[in-house]
């Protein structure tokens, strides 16, 4: 069992930067892939970024590539976001995900899951 509790977000102007941080409980998180996925209002959760167990692999999506960085402390259990470039179309509730199967970029893949924290870019 794994919990995940997101925090970080907040607003900020675009061309701004966030760095959103996942704190996991349990003492085998680093055998857990970690991902994060965004839901803006009225469309589908999508894939952001996903992270190997042992921080050596990372993914990222194609809108994000070049300015999101996914990192993690296992020392921590902790997941890290930085989003640097901030546009307007950044705006969403950030999820933290978790599961033991490695990267996956669809929703279904992750078991665990975090509550949300929210992000808006401002124009």
């Known amino acids: 069992q794994v919990q995940l509790v997101e925090s970080g977000g907040g607003l900020v102007q675009a061309g701004g930067s966030l760095r959103l941080s996942c704190a996991a409980s349990?003492?085998?998180?680093?055998?857990?892939?970690a991902a994060w996925f965004r839901q803006a209002p009225g469309k589908e959760r999508e894939f952001v970024a996903a992270?190997?167990?042992?921080?050596?692999?990372?993914t990222y999506a194609d809108s994000v590539k070049g300015r999101f960085t996914i990192s993690r402390d296992n020392a921590k259990n902790t997941v890290y976001l930085r989003a640097d470039s901030l546009k307007p179309e950044d705006t969403a509730v950030y999820y933290c995900?978790?599961?033991?199967?490695?990267?996956?970029?669809?929703?279904?893949?992750?078991?665990?899951w975090g509550q949300g924290t929210q992000v808006t870019v401002s124009s």
């Open positions: 349990g003492r085998t998180f680093s055998s857990y892939t």
């Open positions: 992270i190997r167990g042992s921080g050596g692999s990372t």
């Open positions: 995900a978790a599961n033991l199967y490695g990267v996956l970029t669809t929703s279904s893949g992750y078991r665990y």
